[in-house]
């Protein structure tokens, strides 16, 4: 099992004149995805996350400028599906109401605006304030599944706030549905798919027996999800992955099994925010009913890394691909569990 987790430890050597100009060594780890082989550079440096803004003024101005997402706007400013796709225009699941993306991303797009709230804290999240969306999210992609069969690739999203891409406070998923796959979804299903030939079992079932195992960085199975942190992380500050064991697309999800999954997301969003962060991105991928792929989800902090007011991508993460991360994820997996818990049923704990 431990082909799974591949590094290699490097160090970096300098006259350093913090210590008179003496020699010294900063250790770092390349680090290789379990599933796909991508790199990550991981280090162990002091961070101290930037002071949250003024929220109220952000939010005030936010307002003052008409947000298309509010209820006294979302009718008449937001797009409508035609007919054949979605024969109300738009998809209503309680508080949460879908509708087409402006943004040409796939053949299918969606937003989904969260709540009539106009803003909601990181530290408000609960499993029933995100329900609605993931379930009309779910309802979008199954209605586009069953008018175009060649459509094989979905994905969820969420941008939130302006550190993640989000444009407007307001919160929202973006759901994607297309026949051609990003290149992450691709990457993870042409390995799913290889593991699979080469060992008669899938990745998915090893991969999470050897994290259960080597217990570094796995959190809990949360019902019928599993929650880890990243070996190799996709973003500045260790990421979460969830993956669920017995869904390979989708479309075999039931609405009540997600219940257990944003258990899980509130967790991660409590751990992001607890480290002093106020912004994260989400992605979930999913195929079509792919005997060898398992549905999975990334959860990822964004931060601002110095009061000038910075970006965490770099010309490393943008033209070269390649994640760096400031913390190996072991160093925080204890506190991370302690915030997980507290936001997971305890009959939904395993």
Request: aromatic share 12%.
């Amino acid at each position: 099992m431990s082909i799974f987790f591949k590094k290699i430890n490097e160090k970096m050597r300098f006259m350093n004149p913090f210590k008179d100009f003496a020699l010294d060594e900063v250790p770092l780890e390349i680090r290789y995805d379990p599933l796909t082989g991508q790199t990550a550079r991981i280090f162990d440096l002091a961070y101290r996350p930037m002071e949250r803004p003024d929220f109220a003024e952000m939010v005030k101005k936010s307002r003052e400028t008409m947000c298309p997402f509010c209820q006294e706007a979302i009718e008449r400013a937001t797009t409508l599906y035609p007919k054949e796709i979605i024969p109300e225009g738009r998809v209503n699941i309680g508080e949460a109401c879908l509708f087409p993306n402006l943004l040409p991303l796939d053949r299918y797009t969606g937003v989904c605006v969260m709540s009539r709230e106009h803003y909601i804290a990181i530290e408000e999240f609960t499993p029933a304030i995100m329900k609605d969306a993931f379930m009309a999210a779910l309802s979008f992609i199954r209605q586009v599944a069953e008018k175009d069969p060649a459509v094989r690739y979905f994905n969820i999203n969420w941008n939130y706030m302006p550190p993640a891409g989000s444009s407007i406070l307001h919160p929202h998923l973006q759901v994607n549905c297309g026949e051609i796959p990003t290149r992450q979804i691709s990457l993870q299903m042409e390995a799913s798919r290889k593991y699979y030939a080469e060992n008669d079992r899938t990745f998915w079932e090893d991969y999470i027996i050897a994290e259960k195992e080597a217990g570094e960085r796995f959190l809990m199975d949360v019902g019928e999800t599993f929650w880890t942190m990243s070996f190799a992380p996709h973003s500045a500050y260790p990421d979460l992955w969830c993956i669920f064991p017995e869904h390979s697309s989708f479309l075999e999800f039931r609405d009540e099994e997600l219940d257990p999954f944003l258990q899980g997301l509130a967790g991660s969003i409590r751990y992001i925010s607890g480290e002093g962060f106020y912004s994260f991105n989400v992605s979930i991928f999913s195929g079509k009913e792919e005997d060898h792929f398992r549905v999975n989800g990334r959860v990822s902090p964004r931060l601002l890394l110095r009061e000038i007011g910075n970006s965490d991508q770099t010309y490393y993460q943008v033209l070269h691909r390649e994640p760096c991360s400031m913390k190996p994820p072991e160093s925080l997996r204890e506190k991370v569990l302690e915030l997980f818990k507290g936001q997971v049923n305890p009959e939904n704990q395993s």
